[in-house]
């Protein structure tokens, strides 16, 4: 079992990273290697699936985003954005996968669903435009998903336990491990641009106005692939962190242990609790009071007629 970063900064150097976690996976559960990377090869096309639907755009369940990714891509293909084309389709890919599961689709959650635009936005954009094989994209996720379960060792990632930071920042820190390994650097690189992604997304709160998925975590997905790509850039360039990616961690754990209940995926604050975020919110509520009536209502009717039935 690979214990922290530190234990697996000694257990792979020199080595490929995404061999480290395929050895202990198979060592700790006993799925051979062969196993997890079909598994993975389906994630991947699962990934690229649902970033070709998602640029269709269509509203979303709550009717509050859906055609952000539409948007971003018509701009790309004519010629009106300024930003280099890896950044455009991380953000445009990240904005994709949101959209799909803003709108219910099937989507790969990596490694929660409200944060499930991050890593394939940066990873299939990198591998398009990089020319990059496929297979190193497999291998990539599997970089991915390590560096997620070492986090999970002390962190709960999820908004309700910690904030945003729980989602979006650990995988954004994923994302960027997975780049560095993707472009070549050691195993040091990535767990460098781990900590870079994640010590700049401490104290990130949760605050989905409605309570629902929409926003802001559809365009935060798009920000924090960016994100991740820097920190993948910066680690790959020779910065490190001057705090240790265990530190770091340890870091997020207490802040969002610190966090006030409103701030964890409770809509209870910050952007939920604006005038527009209430109002959006008062809406939601009197929209699913609606529903719930009408399915009440039916139900009744359905029953009246049964009576009525017997009855007879």
């Known amino acids: 079992m690979i214990e922290s970063f530190a234990h ?13 976690f395929l050895e202990t996976d198979e060592q700790e559960h006993g799925i051979p290697a062969a196993q997890i990377l079909a598994a993975l090869r389906k994630r991947r096309e699962v990934m690229r699936d649902c970033i070709e639907r998602g640029k269709g755009g269509g509203q979303s369940m709550g009717k509050l985003v859906g055609n952000e990714a539409k948007l971003l891509d018509e701009a790309f293909r004519s010629g009106r954005t300024f930003l280099d084309p890896l950044t455009i389709k991380a953000e445009l890919y990240a904005l994709s996968v949101m959209g799909e599961n803003s709108r219910m689709g099937v989507i790969v959650a990596a490694p929660t669903a409200g944060a ?20 190193k994209t497999v291998r990539a996720l599997v970089v991915a998903g ?38 070549g650097g050691t195993p040091a690189d990535s767990i460098q641009a781990a900590a870079l992604a994640l010590k700049n997304t401490l104290g990130l709160v949760c605050d989905p106005v409605g309570g629902l998925v929409e926003v802001p975590c559809v365009k935060r997905n798009a920000l924090f692939a960016v994100h991740g790509l820097t920190a993948a850039q910066l680690a790959l360039a020779g910065v490190k962190s001057v705090i240790p990616m265990d530190e770091v961690v340890e870091a997020m754990v207490r802040i969002g242990r610190a966090l006030p209940r409103g ?29 719930r009536a009408e399915r009440a209502a039916e139900r009744e009717r359905v029953a009246h007629e049964r009576k009525e039935a017997v009855s007879s």
Do not use: F
């Open 8 to 20: 697996l900064d000694q257990l792979a150097a020199g080595r490929d990273l995404a061999d480290v």
């Open 263 to 291: 701030l964890k995926e409770t809509a209870e604050g910050g952007l939920a609790t604006t005038a527009t975020g209430c109002a959006i919110g008062s809406r939601l509520k009197d929209e699913a009071n609606q529903r």
């Open 146 to 183: 390590g560096i997620g379960s070492i986090i999970a060792l002390s962190a709960n990632i999820s908004g309700a336990a910690g904030g945003c930071q729980n989602e979006v920042g650990v995988a954004s820190s994923m994302g960027a491990a997975a780049v560095a390994y993707m472009m």
């Open 116 to 135: 499930g635009g991050v890593v394939p936005g940066m990873l299939l954009a990198l591998e398009e435009e990089r020319n990059v094989d496929p297979e």
